[in-house]
């Protein structure tokens, strides 16, 4: 390639998530596809937002739905990365109930999406309103469970 005395630009297919940042480096690369598992996009996600204009399409590899944990703050600053997945996959956005309650999902091309409140009371409301398809409530007690985790100082 070095040899090549022209200006050139190429296209790259099925890249893994860690090496994209040395691919984009490169001045010639013009897109990038890439197939990695869901756990290594999730680990690379900052480097993928940094560079989602040259990427052509995320796949995942994983079988099955692939699940994406993610905090509110996650979401928020790479949801272009999010966006760019073409494959089906589980969006878990585990957080407080007040900041889940500040995400705004509007942006987001999956409708499969799973709200894990951490620190939700009885009473408390987690508001969205985009579409979700999967509520996970399972951090919420009734008052009598709180009443025995308190008697037992847990």
Same mark, same amino acid.
């Given at each position: 390639?070095?040899?090549?005395?022209?200006?050139?630009?190429?296209?790259?297919?099925?890249?893994?998530?860690?090496?994209?940042?040395?691919?984009?480096?490169?001045?010639?690369?013009?897109? =990038?596809?890439?197939?990695?598992?869901?756990?290594?996009?999730?680990?690379?996600?900052?480097?993928?937002?940094?560079? $989602?204009?040259?990427?052509?399409?995320?796949?995942?590899?994983? $079988?099955? $739905?692939?699940?994406?944990?993610?905090?509110?703050?996650?979401?928020?600053?790479?949801?272009?990365?999010?966006?760019?997945?073409?494959?089906?996959?589980?969006?878990? =956005?585990?957080?407080?109930?007040?900041?889940?309650?500040?995400?705004?999902?509007?942006?987001?091309? $999956?409708?499969?999406?799973? /709200?894990?409140?951490?620190?939700?009371?009885?009473?408390?409301?987690?508001?969205?309103?985009?579409?979700?398809?999967? /509520?996970?409530?399972?951090?919420?007690?009734?008052?009598?469970?709180?009443?025995?985790?308190?008697?037992?100082?847990?």
């Amino acid at each position: 390639m070095g040899l090549i005395s022209s200006n050139y630009r190429l296209s790259i297919q099925g890249s893994i998530a860690a090496n994209l940042a040395g691919k984009l480096g490169n001045s010639h690369w013009a897109a =990038v596809s890439v197939a990695d598992s869901a756990a290594n996009i999730v680990k690379n996600l900052d480097a993928l937002q940094a560079h $989602t204009a040259n990427i052509s399409g995320i796949s995942l590899t994983d $079988t099955g $739905t692939p699940n994406l944990k993610l905090t509110v703050a996650s979401v928020s600053s790479d949801l272009s990365v999010l966006n760019n997945i073409q494959s089906n996959y589980l969006l878990s =956005v585990n957080d407080s109930a007040s900041t889940i309650n500040k995400l705004d999902l509007s942006g987001l091309h $999956t409708s499969s999406i799973e /709200l894990l409140p951490t620190n939700l009371i009885v009473g408390g409301t987690v508001q969205e309103n985009t579409q979700v398809t999967n /509520l996970n409530l399972s951090l919420i007690i009734d008052q009598s469970e709180r009443q025995y985790y308190q008697r037992k100082g847990l």
